[in-house]
Structures are given as structure tokens and as C-alpha cells.
């Protein structure tokens, strides 16, 4: 069977829209409001010869934050045990958060490849200096990304690649 990359991360960061954009439909919920996407879904995606699925996993519906951690732990769980590949996804105008902390900690542990994605960079070009604090996160070079443009979806990808 297919290689599986796993998209986690905190709600509305973009998650289900950079899954969209990798697999080219819009097989999933894109919402404004944090936690819409009610279910994992999955897509196929195919990059320089290369075939895997991706399951875009949501399902958060916080209430409280000890509500989206426990969530959140479950998510980045799941997705270790699943996958052969993690895209964290995280937002560079909300900036690193504790619950990011937290989930690029349980991954950094899982010795699983994760690969950072600082996602809403909308501009091209040098990435703005909110950037650089994703290297925080202990999870290497963070790639910069805007899923709604596509920009830096192929550096994404080739990454993904990379590990299969
Ligand atoms: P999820 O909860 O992580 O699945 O997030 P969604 O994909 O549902 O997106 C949440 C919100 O962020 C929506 O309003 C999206 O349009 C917006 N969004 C997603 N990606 C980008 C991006 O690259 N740039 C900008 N500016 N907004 C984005
Ligand atoms: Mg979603």
C-alpha cells in the first residue's frame, strides 16, 4: 500500500486547506471557524513519480484549552502511529503557541520525520522575520508556505519525497 503523510497540527492554522492544494481537490472542509474539519479525510497525491496518500486530520472542537492539548496529543498520536510522514502545519501570523510546543515535542520524540510548515507566508520572497522563531520548535528548517497561493508547495513536496 501507499506511503501515508499525515497534516496535523492546531485548528485553523490551514491544515485542510494545504491538504486541498496537495491533492487537488477539495475534498475537504475549509472553514474560518477552529476545529470545522469533522473527520479524517483522506486524498491521493502524486509528486515527481512518487504516490501517497495524505489524511488531512481534524475533528478538534475545543472548548477549553486543556480540551484542545488532550485533542491535540491524540492528533499528533494518531499520526505517529499512521504515518510515514508528519507535516506539522503551523500559522505565521499566530506565532509559535504552547499547544505547538507540545505537539512538535511528542513528534520530535517520536523519531518519526516531521517536516515544519509555516504556513499563511503569503508574500514571495525573504519570509518575514516571524519566520525565523518556528526554528524554535526544534524541528529543523520550518518551510515556508502559503497553502491558499500555493507558494512553497513544491519545496513542500520535494521534502515529502525526500523520506519515502
Ligand atoms: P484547519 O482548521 O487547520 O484545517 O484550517 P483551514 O484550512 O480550515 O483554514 C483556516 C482559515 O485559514 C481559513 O479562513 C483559510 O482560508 C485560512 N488560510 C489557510 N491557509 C492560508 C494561507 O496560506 N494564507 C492565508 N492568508 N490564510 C489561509
Ligand atoms: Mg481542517
Known sequence: SKPVVAVVGRPNV?????????????????????????????GKCEWC???????????????????????????????????????MVTDLHAGVTAADQEVASMLRRSGRPVILCVNKCDTVG???VEFYEFYNLGLGDPIAVSSV??????DLLDHVVSYL
Open 14 to 42: 490551514g491544515k485542510s486547506t494545504l491538504f486541498n492544494k496537495l491533492v487537488g481537490k477539495r475534498l475537504s472542509i475549509v472553514d474560518d471557524t477552529p476545529g470545522v474539519t469533522r473527520d479524517r479525510i483522506y
Open 49 to 87: 513519480g512518487h504516490s501517497f496518500t495524505v489524511i488531512d486530520t481534524g475533528g478538534i472542537e475545543p472548548n477549553t484549552s486543556d480540551i484542545l492539548l488532550s485533542q491535540m496529543r491524540a492528533q499528533a498520536q494518531l499520526a505517529i502511529d499512521a504515518a510515514d510522514v508528519i507535516l
Open 126 to 128: 525573504e519570509p518575514p
Open 149 to 154: 497561493h500555493g507558494h512553497g508547495t513544491g
